[in-house]
């Protein structure tokens, strides 16, 4: 059987994703034993490639990006985002909540380079999106196993469950119970509650649990102390492209 | 065996020796055990199947018990994860199975009864064991009557199996579809309306029913309709399933765990169970 | 049973003994008001007075991620994967140890669990009789105060230095007399530790069902279609802490993953929880508890009912722990079972 083979590509992000992936090293050449990679990060457009899987980074924010995301998708069987910037938009999504001159000044500063840009959006508010490696960063654990199930051809599997199970299932003492905030009871597991092992609390990066009680959410912080402002800054950093940032 | 090595989460090997498409998602797969023994289960019962690597899922046992044959039969829709991994596997290909699980139908209670079998969708495919069971006894038992409920033409599996089955006359067949094509010729309607159409001994008929959730609370009050007492009705029901042992809690109907005390049940015991049916 | 008088000073040396030979774990303080079993090493200050462990003792019988099976994809074949690593659990307290005594009926019942089995066996349970009470604990209204079985010794705290210890199993009395000959208790020392128990029960009633215990199965029975349900559960999280944090909740998952070559892997189970809007869903996306009130009544059923009717006993062990780790505020079966009893006490 030939060799799947897989691209990556980015947009808008850092790129700490790739950053990542390159940390898994020796693992990598293993999995990487099972495919060819064929293109990291310059897509041809017009030219008609064509891959297995199309691992994409960071978000869409000008009109263009959309051109290119599209022919992506359309040489690609499985798209994956990997991701914050490119599963749920990430902090990309801060700018849309800020003035346009204010943002372009914090971003480019004095030298405001001109070129068009929209409100910052995931992959999939533009095409079809077929799994996705979510968390800024990903997991490089979790990049190696959603890529293994891939090989193996199965639809990958993300947990549909707050990072709750698996703050509980490290043992951590929970942060609400420190008197502290935590997004953790809205966002999608698979990090392992990382933030929350080492000392701090959940930013969301991961994105929203499915059926995330929102409502419910904003009591238990509110509740725990956290004056609207700050509730909307925690709920925005991340989760600007959700229902949860309004 | 070594005792001391059991663990009953291990599969064991089964070869895959057949794989018959039935419709555009169901497939039959045919496997043989590797351990060369038949597998001695009853109808109604389950077995785990893993695809290393992909995970294990639960699926009837669609053929009937055999005494020395040492294949069995299942019968799986495309769906997720598992099913789908099935399905791209060729005959030569390895899986691991656990069981026979679960309870059965209780066919010493059918003999000298009539019967009366409603299989609504892929409900057929597990009826098939029992079916097959007591045609191989035909002389035993009563009347049998076949109820089978789909939704449109298309989605009809074991279409000509079921045929043979009504040319024979060892089962009077009754076949309905709800949406029907230009193709299709016969009953039209939800598999409820097929039961005033069968004339039934209600105190010597057992019923056994298989379907997807919603069409069991109208076949049931069909069969209360006429005459037939919860005793002699049986159902399976499906629930996720992940342990097949009574311990992983997923399967719960109430306090039942469908994996041990299913999934099939006498009526009367399950009747009391806000989460049966 | 026989019970013996240990001192204080005698202790720094048996748990050395012992850590050669165990993973030995001990109460400790983890930060002010949080408290957990911990590796025991030399000068740890053991939490005597601790009125809670943060996590309970079901993750050394059953990890939150446990090996079942390896497979090897070319040849299908699986083997079972057996961890019991040997370990003393030093100073559970009774009601825990009560959930341990619950989880072995499970995992026994049918087809023995093995994995869970060989931890147990491997597992020594010292019990320690409280001397504080969780705020949010109602352990000795739920006939969980006292085990009578499922530990290896009971320790008591019957003075500033002095203890004493009854004799749960052989390996427990081995243990003990590891340094040399043992005191058995006088009758003075064993009503000491008859009042130290009486003391704590004083503390822990505080905190209670406002009927017996042995009432809830009838009175859920008649609550099924309670408003209570949905009312309290339009705040539910769907997080799961509830189940995970209970030392008798037993579900899991069970997942894999394969190696980095795709030739052979690993089948686990993960710990999971019927509070998870997932926990019945089937593929196709049918869910059999779709709602959060679903789900939010089965575990009341299960705490109060379904474990119940199965061996006789409340799932609920009144540990208070899912009370504080629900961020929600939802998930105390003493104010649930309570209200359910003043909303129906016009039947009674
Ligand atoms: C007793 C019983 C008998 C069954 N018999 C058949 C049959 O004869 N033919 C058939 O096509 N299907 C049958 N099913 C349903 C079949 O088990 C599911 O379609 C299958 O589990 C889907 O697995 P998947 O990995 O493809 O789907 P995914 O959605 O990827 O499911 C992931 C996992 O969840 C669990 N799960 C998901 N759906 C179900 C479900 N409906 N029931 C139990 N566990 C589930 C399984 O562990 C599965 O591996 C039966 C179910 C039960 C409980
Ligand atoms: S600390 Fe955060 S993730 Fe952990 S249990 Fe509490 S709310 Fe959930
Ligand atoms: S704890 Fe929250 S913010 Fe941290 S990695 Fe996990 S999902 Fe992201
Ligand atoms: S239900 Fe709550 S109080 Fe009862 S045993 Fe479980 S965690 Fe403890
Ligand atoms: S801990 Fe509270 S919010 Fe979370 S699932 Fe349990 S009841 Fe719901
Ligand atoms: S499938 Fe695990 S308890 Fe039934």
Same mark, same amino acid.
């Given at each position: 059987?030939?060799?799947?083979?897989?691209?990556?590509?980015?947009?808008?992000?850092?790129?700490?994703?790739?950053?990542?992936?390159?940390?898994?090293?020796?693992?990598?050449?293993?999995?990487?034993?099972?495919?060819?990679?064929?293109?990291?990060?310059?897509?041809?457009?017009?030219?008609?490639?064509?891959?297995?899987?199309?691992?994409?980074?960071?978000?869409?924010?000008?009109?263009?990006?959309?051109?290119?995301?599209?022919?992506?998708?359309?040489?690609?069987?499985?798209?994956?985002?990997?991701?914050?910037?490119?599963?749920?938009?990430?902090?990309?999504?801060?700018?849309?909540?800020?003035?346009?001159?204010?943002?372009?000044?914090?971003?480019?500063?004095?030298?405001?380079?001109?070129?068009?840009?929209?409100?910052?959006?995931?992959?999939?508010?533009?095409?079809?999106?077929?799994?996705?490696?979510?968390?800024?960063?990903?997991?490089?654990?979790?990049?190696?196993?959603?890529?293994?199930?891939?090989?193996?051809?199965?639809?990958?599997?993300?947990?549909?469950?707050?990072?709750?199970?698996?703050?509980?299932?490290?043992?951590?003492?929970?942060?609400?119970?420190?008197?502290?905030?935590?997004?953790?009871?809205?966002?999608?597991?698979?990090?392992?509650?990382?933030?929350?092992?080492?000392?701090?609390?959940?930013?969301?990066?991961?994105?929203?649990?499915?059926?995330?009680?929102?409502?419910?959410?904003?009591?238990?912080?509110?509740?725990?102390?956290?004056?609207?402002?700050?509730?909307?800054?925690?709920?925005?950093?991340?989760?600007?492209?959700?229902?949860?940032?309004? | 065996?070594?005792?001391?090595?059991?663990?009953?989460?291990?599969?064991?090997?089964?070869?895959?020796?057949?794989?018959?498409?039935?419709?555009?998602?169901?497939?039959?797969?045919?496997?043989?055990?590797?351990?060369?023994?038949?597998?001695?289960?009853?109808?109604?019962?389950?077995?785990?199947?893993?695809?290393?690597?992909?995970?294990?899922?639960?699926?009837?046992?669609?053929?009937?018990?055999?005494?020395?044959?040492?294949?069995?039969?299942?019968?799986?829709?495309?769906?997720?994860?598992?099913?789908?991994?099935?399905?791209?596997?060729?005959?030569?290909?390895?899986?691991?199975?656990?069981?026979?699980?679960?309870?059965?139908?209780?066919?010493?209670?059918?003999?000298?009864?009539?019967?009366?079998?409603?299989?609504?969708?892929?409900?057929?495919?597990?009826?098939?064991?029992?079916?097959?069971?007591?045609?191989?006894?035909?002389?035993?038992?009563?009347?049998?009557?076949?109820?089978?409920?789909?939704?449109?033409?298309?989605?009809?599996?074991?279409?000509?199996?079921?045929?043979?089955?009504?040319?024979?006359?060892?089962?009077?067949?009754?076949?309905?579809?709800?949406?029907?094509?230009?193709?299709?010729?016969?009953?039209?309607?939800?598999?409820?309306?097929?039961?005033?159409?069968?004339?039934?001994?209600?105190?010597?008929?057992?019923?056994?029913?298989?379907?997807?959730?919603?069409?069991?609370?109208?076949?049931?009050?069909?069969?209360?309709?006429?005459?037939?007492?919860?005793?002699?009705?049986?159902?399976?029901?499906?629930?996720?399933?992940?342990?097949?042992?009574?311990?992983?809690?997923?399967?719960?109907?109430?306090?039942?765990?469908?994996?041990?005390?299913?999934?099939?049940?006498?009526?009367?015991?399950?009747?009391?169970?806000?989460?049966?049916? | 049973?026989?019970?013996?008088?240990?001192?204080?000073?005698?202790?720094?040396?048996?748990?050395?003994?012992?850590?050669?030979?165990?993973?030995?774990?001990?109460?400790?303080?983890?930060?002010?008001?949080?408290?957990?079993?911990?590796?025991?090493?030399?000068?740890?200050?053991?939490?005597?007075?601790?009125?809670?462990?943060?996590?309970?003792?079901?993750?050394?019988?059953?990890?939150?991620?446990?090996?079942?099976?390896?497979?090897?994809?070319?040849?299908?074949?699986?083997?079972?994967?057996?961890?019991?690593?040997?370990?003393?659990?030093?100073?559970?307290?009774?009601?825990?140890?009560?959930?341990?005594?619950?989880?072995?009926?499970?995992?026994?019942?049918?087809?023995?669990?093995?994995?869970?089995?060989?931890?147990?066996?491997?597992?020594?349970?010292?019990?320690?009789?409280?001397?504080?009470?969780?705020?949010?604990?109602?352990?000795?209204?739920?006939?969980?105060?006292?085990?009578?079985?499922?530990?290896?010794?009971?320790?008591?705290?019957?003075?500033?230095?002095?203890?004493?210890?009854?004799?749960?199993? &052989? %390996?427990?009395? +081995?243990?003990? #007399?590891?340094?040399?000959?043992?005191? !058995?208790?006088? $009758? =003075?020392?064993?009503?000491?530790?008859?009042?130290?128990?009486?003391?704590?029960?004083?503390?822990?009633?505080?905190?209670?069902?406002?009927?017996?215990?042995?009432?809830?199965?009838?009175?859920?029975?008649?609550?099924?279609?309670?408003?209570?349900?949905?009312?309290?559960?339009?705040?539910?999280?769907?997080?799961?802490?509830?189940?995970?944090?209970?030392?008798?909740?037993?579900?899991?998952?069970?997942?894999?993953?394969?190696?980095?070559?795709?030739?052979?892997? &690993? %089948?686990?189970? +993960?710990?999971? #929880?019927?509070?998870?809007?997932?926990? !019945?869903?089937? $593929? =196709?996306?049918?869910?059999?508890?779709?709602?959060?009130?679903?789900?939010?009544?089965?575990?009341?059923?299960?705490?109060?009912?379904?474990?119940?009717?199965?061996?006789?006993?409340?799932?609920?062990?009144?540990?208070?722990?899912?009370?504080?780790?629900?961020?929600?505020?939802?998930?105390?079966?003493?104010?649930?079972?309570?209200?359910?009893?003043?909303?129906?006490?016009?039947?009674?």
């Amino acid at each position: 059987m030939a060799k799947p083979k897989i691209a990556f590509f980015d947009f808008a992000g850092c790129e700490g994703d790739q950053l990542q992936i390159a940390n898994l090293e020796e693992r990598l050449l293993d999995i990487l034993g099972h495919v060819e990679v064929v293109s990291f990060r310059e897509v041809v457009t017009g030219h008609s490639d064509d891959y297995d899987v199309a691992f994409v980074e960071g978000s869409i924010t000008r009109p263009e990006d959309e051109i290119r995301l599209k022919e992506i998708r359309k040489n690609a069987k499985v798209l994956v985002a990997l991701g914050a910037c490119a599963a749920i938009g990430g902090i990309n999504c801060l700018k849309n909540f800020m003035a346009e001159n204010v943002y372009r000044e914090e971003v480019y500063g004095g030298s405001a380079r001109w070129f068009p840009t929209y409100a910052a959006r995931p992959l999939k508010s533009v095409v079809k999106v077929d799994a996705e490696v979510p968390g800024c960063p990903i997991d490089p654990v979790e990049f190696a196993r959603i890529t293994k199930e891939l090989l193996q051809g199965r639809a990958p599997w993300i947990p549909d469950f707050p990072v709750c199970v698996e703050c509980k299932q490290a043992g951590n003492v929970c942060r609400y119970e420190m008197g502290k905030m935590c997004l953790g009871i809205i966002t999608r597991a698979g990090c392992k509650a990382a933030c929350v092992t080492e000392g701090a609390h959940c930013w969301g990066c991961r994105g929203l649990v499915p059926g995330a009680n929102l409502d419910a959410a904003r009591i238990v912080m509110d509740r725990a102390g956290s004056d609207r402002k700050a509730t909307q800054d925690l709920l925005r950093f991340f989760l600007g492209d959700t229902g949860a940032a309004l | 065996m070594n005792t001391k090595l059991f663990s009953p989460y291990v599969p064991r090997p089964v070869t895959l020796v057949e794989k018959t498409p039935l419709s555009d998602f169901v497939t039959r797969f045919t496997f043989e055990q590797d351990n060369g023994k038949p597998l001695a289960h009853k109808p109604g019962q389950f077995v785990n199947l893993s695809i290393y690597g992909i995970g294990e899922a639960p699926f009837s046992i669609s053929s009937p018990p055999r005494r020395t044959n040492i294949t069995f039969e299942i019968a799986v829709r495309k769906i997720g994860a598992v099913t789908s991994a099935l399905h791209a596997l060729e005959p030569g290909a390895k899986v691991g199975i656990r069981g026979p699980y679960g309870s059965s139908f209780p066919v010493m209670k059918f003999v000298g009864k009539d019967i009366l079998i409603v299989a609504g969708g892929l409900g057929y495919i597990p009826l098939r064991s029992l079916l097959f069971y007591q045609l191989r006894h035909r002389d035993e038992f009563g009347r049998m009557i076949l109820m089978v409920g789909t939704r449109d033409p298309k989605e009809r599996i074991f279409v000509d199996e079921i045929a043979d089955l009504a040319k024979s006359g060892d089962v009077e067949v009754l076949e309905t579809v709800d949406m029907p094509d230009s193709t299709w010729k016969g009953n039209v309607g939800v598999i409820t309306t097929l039961l005033p159409k069968a004339e039934l001994d209600p105190g010597n008929t057992f019923v056994a029913m298989v379907g997807p959730p919603i069409m069991y609370r109208f076949v049931i009050a069909e069969c209360r309709k006429k005459g037939i007492a919860s005793e002699q009705i049986f159902v399976s029901l499906e629930r996720k399933m992940k342990c097949g042992l009574g311990k992983c809690g997923h399967c719960q109907i109430n306090e039942l765990n469908t994996c041990i005390d299913g999934p099939v049940f006498c009526y009367t015991d399950i009747e009391a169970y806000q989460e049966a049916i | 049973m026989t019970t013996y008088t240990v001192y204080k000073e005698q202790l720094p040396g048996l748990f050395e003994k012992w850590s050669k030979l165990y993973a030995l774990h001990v109460p400790a303080r983890l930060r002010e008001g949080f408290y957990d079993l911990v590796p025991w090493k030399k000068d740890l200050e053991i939490a005597w007075d601790y009125d809670v462990a943060y996590n309970s003792a079901k993750r050394f019988v059953m990890p939150p991620h446990e090996a079942l099976i390896t497979y090897d994809r070319r040849t299908c074949e699986a083997k079972p994967v057996f961890d019991a690593p040997k370990q003393i659990l030093f100073g559970v307290h009774p009601y825990d140890v009560k959930a341990l005594n619950q989880l072995d009926q499970i995992m026994e019942a049918g087809s023995p669990d093995q994995n869970y089995i060989r931890r147990r066996e491997a597992t020594v349970v010292m019990v320690f009789e409280p001397l504080t009470v969780s705020s949010s604990a109602f352990w000795a209204s739920v006939g969980a105060s006292s085990v009578a079985h499922g530990f290896d010794l009971y320790w008591t705290k019957i003075g500033p230095a002095a203890f004493t210890v009854e004799v749960g199993s &052989v %390996r427990g009395e +081995e243990l003990l #007399g590891m340094n040399g000959p043992l005191l !058995a208790s006088t $009758a =003075g020392d064993k009503e000491g530790a008859r009042r130290a128990k009486a003391r704590v029960l004083a503390k822990a009633r505080k905190n209670a069902l406002r009927y017996n215990w042995e009432e809830t199965p009838r009175l859920l029975a008649k609550c099924w279609d309670s408003p209570l349900w949905r009312r309290y559960s339009q705040m539910c999280l769907a997080c799961g802490s509830c189940n995970l944090v209970c030392p008798t909740c037993y579900c899991f998952d069970i997942r894999e993953e394969s190696d980095d070559q795709l030739e052979t892997g &690993v %089948r686990s189970r +993960e710990w999971d #929880g019927c509070m998870l809007e997932g926990f !019945a869903k089937v $593929a =196709g996306n049918h869910n059999f508890r779709p709602k959060a009130q679903d789900r939010y009544r089965h575990r009341y059923f299960r705490k109060g009912k379904y474990i119940y009717d199965k061996i006789g006993e409340l799932g609920c062990v009144g540990c208070g722990r899912c009370v504080r780790a629900c961020t929600a505020g939802i998930a105390n079966p003493l104010k649930v079972f309570n209200e359910l009893w003043e909303e129906t006490a016009h039947e009674y």
